[in-house]
T-cell receptor
Framework: EAGVVQSPRYKIIEKKQPVAFWCNPISGHNTLYWYRQNLGQGPELLIRYENEEAVDDSQLPKDRFSAERLKGVDSTLKIQPAELGDSAVYLC????????????FGPGTRLTVT | GENVEQHPSTLSVQEGDSAVIKCTYSDSASNYFPWYKQELGKRPQLIIDIRSNVGEKKDQRIAVTLNKTAKHFSLHITETQPEDSAVYFCAAHAQGGKLIFGQGTELSVKP
């Protein structure tokens, strides 16, 4: 069974440029999460989807970040425009629906903003 | 707000020794506590989890204990091996379904 897939794995952009990350969850996992992991810290949730509905986006900086999961399967996270402080690893995770379900992480996208 | 504190931030042990990592959480409603292992440049991987209806869970060399009254939980690794070297994160399930992660413990097992 394939795990969570993310692309690209690495991205280097200049500040003020846009960038997008893509995630395909484990088949059958209706819940999808986007996390940001700064160097030396634990992941922090940005947004959580149940199917195509964003049920928790309280930590998403909505002035520059957006996300979508139009068909309830794969998802895209976008930053426009990027700032230096956005440099981090962006992790996608998925789980079965319901409370207390194990979350499985993708390999992440390491973003460097110069 | 919801918070998880993890200690120590770094831990160095000799191969064969035991390692213990401790976490405390603030949300008394938390009832699911996973532990993740993250090797350098790789994804966090779930290694063990515990739910609030049990006080201890063991899987081979790894065990987790939970004290809900004190709001803390711990990871115990026995007979450590060099391949156990990684960063370990604890997490607590918060209201609304999200996980709150600790700051991580960098474990180094010296051969």
């Amino acid at each position: 069974e394939a795990g969570v897939v993310q692309s690209p794995r690495y991205k280097i952009i200049e500040k003020k440029q846009p960038v997008a990350f893509w995630c395909n969850p484990i088949s059958g996992h209706n819940t999808l999460y986007w996390y940001r992991q700064n160097l030396g810290q634990g992941p922090e949730l940005l947004i959580r989807y149940e199917n195509e509905e964003a049920v928790d986006d309280s930590q998403l900086p909505k002035d520059r970040f957006s996300a979508e999961r139009l068909k309830g399967v794969d998802s895209t996270l976008k930053i426009q425009p990027a700032e230096l402080g956005d440099s981090a690893v962006y992790l996608c995770a998925s789980s079965l629906s319901g409370q207390l379900m194990e979350q499985y992480f993708g390999p992440g996208t390491r973003l460097t903003v110069t | 707000g919801e918070n998880v504190e993890q200690h120590p931030s770094t831990l160095s042990v000799q191969e064969g020794d035991s390692a213990v990592i401790k976490c405390t959480y603030s949300d008394s409603a938390s009832n699911y506590f996973p532990w993740y292992k993250q090797e350098l440049g790789k994804r966090p991987q779930l290694i063990i989890d515990i739910r609030s209806n049990v006080g201890e869970k063991k899987d081979q060399r790894i065990a987790v204990t939970l004290n809900k009254t004190a709001k803390h939980f711990s990871l115990h690794i026995t007979e450590t091996q060099p391949e156990d070297s990684a960063v370990y994160f604890c997490a607590a399930h918060a209201q609304g379904g999200k996980l709150i992660f600790g700051q991580g413990t960098e474990l180094s097992v010296k051969p």
